[in-house]
């Protein structure tokens, strides 16, 4: 850890990034990440600053192998001080498995397509909703568990197109009710644009208050940073990305692209919004990436072109 | 031209896009292309519904052998029913050719860098100033001719870093009392984010009024879409672009890739906001590229990942 990324791990910040590379990323590619490497790639992506990360799944290793050694990885990544873990669950055996392995802090996406949450999770919305309140049950036995849903599909889908704006907001509402701690809405494929960004996200604060989570952006289209742009507008504060833009959801055809988190850190800190996050560090830990998948493409405008001359940290302004 | 482009033709805009790919973006390549298909590319790009085409640069064919056909490109182009053509002009002597050529709407560069201004055009900002007012001279002789200047690296300079901002507006204030008809802004390598964007169009809009003109904008570090979400937050209605996100300044090392036309278009489009341009007219055109210069890359999300399920046009909501 360098002496600039311990300074900015223990400054303020005004954005959380989530990185959810090790879990979105990974599980979009076909080869699996030796869990060591996915360990070091974790603790490097906490040492740039990143002080939240989904590191797995939770769901069958039949489905998907890549994240078989989730309890592992969620076990390993504890460890490191000051950092929120998030595992993903699609229900609540996932969910039990997580509190097992030690997670505490679960995220599990309720898709406003019917289409796509048949097809990733094998159940209707409203059955969706219905695992929620079964997670949340966990917390009799657990009783620091936190919940964060995302309404995926939120901004359109691949299978069904144009999601009805009022579903999806009734849908996080039926989430919040059943007791998610936050609900937080995903342009899983690549659809959004930013005018609906704006539209959406103001009328889930507007219904959600403080329990309105933050915006999971696709980089399909070329959009991802245009629909940042549009979301910090409305208040947004907390934003996924994933390192080198791995990722994207295996069962949405063509969708692909989680936004850059080299380019998403650089957009924060040039517009004078703290991240905690350092840059040059951030870029290094690619390298563990090819090292655990070697070949692999990597992602993200700002590691190619580099940082540019006279660029200061929003800390330094 | 299919009836689509051709109704999108005729129809109202909201937003100008400004292709400057056969000027901007072929000079950046080594290989030129032949001037009978840039001639077909430049029909094309007008058939999908673009107004404004920047065609060529009147600099020395040394220099820039790739645009050495400039005259003859203007030539063919200004026979393009309802198209502005312009031509890039670098001083006095490139425009007395331009207008010599039958072009009448000339734009000039005019670099807030030192540094950058005596390596693009080798001359100081106030001897580029100067220019401008020589060129509007020459409205004596051509009552009808339009001069747009762009102020490059108005948000930094790959070579000099940050701008003084002060500088920029002072810079483009004088362009315009030298009788420029408007002035905009150029983020010539990458610099740009968009809260500064969003400062700097609201003080030149400010200054300048209806004379401020449009922004040019980089996706070096992948912030371009980012920036114009900014610019159109404080009312920029133009924007240049380059077709496959061709080309950049080949004097600014580092500097690459205009903000892509194809996901340009997209954006506004999804925003509501009125272009004239057909989508799929336009990705179509790219091929004219690859039979004009086989083998070169092409970028754009847009065009690798299509049109969305249920995408409509702005016009049609």
């Given at each position: 850890?360098t002496?600039?990324?311990?300074?900015?791990?223990t400054?303020?910040?005004?954005?959380?990034?989530?990185?959810?590379g090790?879990?979105?990323?990974?599980?979009?590619?076909?080869?699996?990440?030796?869990?060591?490497?996915?360990g070091?790639?974790?603790?490097?992506l906490a040492?740039?600053?990143?002080?939240e990360?989904?590191?797995?799944?939770f769901?069958s290793?039949?489905l998907?192998p890549?994240?078989?050694d989730?309890?592992?990885?969620?076990?390993?990544?504890?460890?490191?001080?000051n950092?929120?873990?998030?595992?993903?669950?699609p229900?609540?055996i996932?969910?039990?498995?997580a509190?097992?392995?030690g997670?505490?802090?679960?995220?599990m996406?309720?898709?406003?397509?019917?289409?796509h949450?048949?097809?990733?999770?094998?159940?209707?919305?409203?059955?969706?909703?219905q695992?929620?309140?079964?997670?949340?049950?966990?917390?009799?036995?657990?009783p620091?568990l936190?919940?964060?849903?995302g309404i995926?599909?939120?901004?359109g889908?691949?299978m069904e197109g144009?999601?009805?704006e009022?579903?999806?907001i009734?849908?996080?509402?039926?989430?919040a009710e059943?007791?998610?701690?936050?609900?937080?809405?995903?342009d899983t494929t690549g659809h959004?644009?930013p005018t609906q960004?704006?539209?959406l996200?103001?009328?889930?604060?507007?219904e959600?208050?403080?329990?309105s989570?933050?915006?999971?952006?696709?980089n399909?289209?070329?959009?991802?940073?245009?629909?940042?742009?549009?979301?910090l507008?409305?208040?947004?504060?907390?934003?996924d990305?994933?390192?080198a833009g791995?990722?994207?959801?295996p069962?949405?055809?063509g969708?692909?692209?989680?936004i850059?988190?080299e380019?998403?850190?650089?957009?924060?800190e040039?517009?004078g919004?703290?991240?905690?996050?350092?840059?040059?560090?951030?870029i290094e830990?690619?390298?563990?990436i090819?090292?655990?998948?070697?070949g692999?493409?990597?992602?993200?405008?700002?590691?190619e072109?580099?940082?540019?001359?006279?660029?200061r940290?929003a800390?330094?302004r």
């Amino acid at each position: 850890m360098t002496n600039t990324a311990r300074a900015a791990r223990t400054s303020e910040i005004d954005v959380l990034v989530s990185e959810v590379g090790p879990r979105d990323g990974l599980q979009s590619v076909d080869r699996t990440m030796p869990t060591a490497v996915k360990g070091r790639w974790i603790s490097a992506l906490a040492d740039a600053g990143l002080r939240e990360i989904e590191v797995g799944s939770f769901v069958s290793p039949k489905l998907l192998p890549q994240m078989a050694d989730a309890a592992d990885v969620v076990a390993g990544a504890m460890t490191i001080p000051n950092l929120k873990v998030l595992a993903l669950v699609p229900n609540v055996i996932g969910a039990k498995n997580a509190v097992a392995a030690g997670a505490r802090s679960l995220t599990m996406p309720v898709s406003a397509s019917r289409a796509h949450s048949q097809s990733n999770i094998g159940m209707t919305p409203e059955q969706a909703v219905q695992q929620v309140a079964a997670i949340v049950d966990l917390r009799a036995g657990t009783p620091d568990l936190r919940l964060e849903v995302g309404i995926s599909t939120a901004f359109g889908c691949t299978m069904e197109g144009p999601i009805d704006e009022d579903w999806v907001i009734e849908l996080a509402l039926a989430a919040a009710e059943k007791g998610a701690d936050s609900v937080g809405l995903s342009d899983t494929t690549g659809h959004a644009n930013p005018t609906q960004v704006r539209r959406l996200f103001t009328r889930l604060r507007s219904e959600l208050g403080e329990r309105s989570g933050g915006a999971h952006l696709h980089n399909t289209r070329g959009q991802g940073l245009a629909n940042v742009v549009a979301a910090l507008d409305v208040g947004v504060t907390t934003f996924d990305s994933s390192q080198a833009g791995l990722g994207g959801c295996p069962y949405a055809p063509g969708a692909s692209g989680n936004i850059v988190t080299e380019d998403l850190v650089y957009l924060l800190e040039s517009m004078g919004l703290r991240t905690g996050v350092d840059l040059e560090a951030l870029i290094e830990a690619r390298s563990i990436i090819t090292e655990g998948l070697p070949g692999e493409d990597l992602y993200g405008q700002v590691a190619e072109a580099g940082l540019p001359k006279g660029f200061r940290y929003a800390r330094h302004r």
